[in-house]
């Protein structure tokens, strides 16, 4: 293992960090803010030392490094990040303890929107920036920022890439992994930029609007308000973020294949017309669900397909309790928690690809019990799925349901009960934000005991780098030569 390697890509990755923190201070001193514009600069200078003391360490190490010091990195990465994410809000005095600062940071950059803040309005703007800010980074992965802007790293770039990059699939879009991070980097930012337009011409602030555009493309959830989307009541603003959520929860490959003239790409995916079936499914189901709450379908439609999209892409935005819904509605958002968006796209959970995946493999196996010679193979449009890849899945699914029973267990020895302990864990690993009961769409997270907080918050990073990535460092022999 080498660690000098490893100790000088964290530090790159801590100084990248260090420079986003700073960009919070334009805000805050722009809506004069002494106190957080102090905070913001203690923690970014504290940052940057940090990440150059790691770099210095090891500055003699620039080849290229392996799979196993790739693993060791994008792990240590979101720790990281997460922990000094963290002090602008402790620095400020917006979180009373390191455990809520540290949940709120690792919920933010790892788009999972979950929060402690009882009352979110009372943060600074630079604090709003730099918890939406973390969203945006954290959405198409600061690892992979820093693909994009630094020098090429020989091999291992594309083993940082395929560590933190979510979905069972993740070649490149270009022959160079650097240009593949640049391209999905400058697609992200365009959406961004036209949903920041759009939410403004539809009336909200322009600091609003860059907020929620940030938490929307890297479908994470945070708001500036209280009430999340609902605090606008305006049918345009839920358009514009529920049709931007949607393309968040696509993958960014098929945008690049758009954009280089291959226009049928993406209506020929079989991901995103499951994707899209399953929206448009789900909203009309639970529009009639919920019809005797509203006064029109349109008006139900509304709602649901906005909640539909919300928690497909695990963004987590609210435009209505749904913890009042009926049961039927209720069960089939807890359905679509494990779920997820697709693969490649911004979008925590399971991965649409695996679903079907699994549901196709399912249907062989069924197949074969009454033509046990029959050969057939998993295929996901018109590609096979090899043995291993399909094997790697069965593992995924296998091991996030043994994490989201164990840690429902966990929580419940914490005092929760069942149904906020078993949808705070799919919550978080999913990356999702809100539950159901007490930690519902108009409550927080923060009765929840220090040790809960910290549990899960490892849930959130599990879920962000997809299991494998965390746990291969559990393995004895990864650690030997």
Not at 15 to 24: D, G, N
Not at 241 to 250: D, E, P, Q, S
Not at 273 to 293: E, G, K, M, W
Not at 336 to 342: A, I, N
């Amino acid at each position: 293992m080498n660690y000098k390697s490893i100790a000088r890509l964290l530090g790159i990755v801590l100084i990248v960090l260090s420079f986003a923190m700073a960009s919070s201070i334009v805000w805050s001193v722009y809506f004069d803010e002494p106190a957080t514009t102090t905070a913001l600069a203690i923690a970014a200078m504290a940052t940057f030392a940090s990440g150059y003391a790691c770099y210095f360490f090891g500055r003699r190490q620039t080849g290229a490094i392996g799979r196993r010091e790739a693993l060791v990195v994008v792990t240590a990465s979101w720790f990281l990040i997460g922990a000094f994410g963290a002090l602008p809000y402790l620095f400020d005095g917006a979180m009373p303890s390191f455990a809520d600062a540290f949940f709120e940071s690792v919920s933010g950059f790892t788009t999972t929107g979950s929060t402690v803040l009882t009352e979110i309005e009372s943060l600074s703007h630079g604090l709003h920036y730099w918890r939406t800010l973390t969203h945006w980074l954290g959405g198409m992965g600061i690892v992979v920022l820093f693909i994009a802007i630094f020098p090429q790293l020989g091999v291992g770039a594309k083993h940082l890439f395929k560590s933190e990059v979510p979905g069972p699939i993740t070649e490149g879009l270009k022959p160079k992994i650097k240009e593949t991070a640049s391209v999905l980097w400058k697609i992200y930012l365009g959406l961004t930029v036209v949903e920041i337009g759009l939410l403004y011409l539809a009336g909200m602030s322009f600091f609003d609007a860059m907020c929620h555009a940030f938490a929307t493309l890297a479908t994470g959830g945070f708001s500036t308000k209280n009430a999340s989307i609902a605090y606008y009541d305006s049918a345009s603003v839920d358009l514009i973020v529920t049709f931007f959520m949607f393309l968040a929860g696509v993958n960014f490959g098929l945008y690049y294949a758009f954009f280089k003239g291959r226009f049928t790409a993406i209506f020929r995916d079989t991901e995103f017309r499951v994707y899209t079936s399953i929206f448009v499914l789900v909203s009309l189901a639970i529009a009639v669900d919920i019809l005797s709450r509203h006064p029109n379908f349109w008006q139900a439609l509304r709602y649901s397909s906005f909640q539909t999209i919300a928690i497909v892409t695990t963004t987590g935005f609210a435009t209505d309790d749904f913890n009042l819904y009926p049961d039927f509605a209720r069960t089939l958002l807890v359905v679509l928690m494990f779920m997820g968006g697709s693969a490649g796209s911004t979008a925590g959970g399971m991965k649409v690809s695996r679903i079907i995946v699994v549901t196709k493999a399912a249907f062989i196996e069924i197949y074969k019990t009454f033509r046990p010679n029959a050969v057939r193979s998993v295929k996901l449009g018109n590609s096979v799925m090899s043995d291993d890849l399909t094997k790697s899945i069965y593992g995924f699914f296998a091991l996030f349901l043994f994490m989201f029973v164990a840690g429902t267990l966990i929580m419940t020895l914490l005092g929760l009960d069942l149904v906020t302990a078993s949808t705070s864990v799919i919550a978080t690993l999913g990356n999702i934000g809100p539950g159901l009961e007490r930690v519902g769409a108009v409550e927080n997270f923060a009765f929840i005991p220090a040790t809960g907080k910290y549990f899960l918050s490892f849930c959130m990073i599990l879920g962000r780098l997809e299991l494998f990535t965390v746990f291969v460092l559990f393995v004895p022999d990864f650690w030997k030569r």
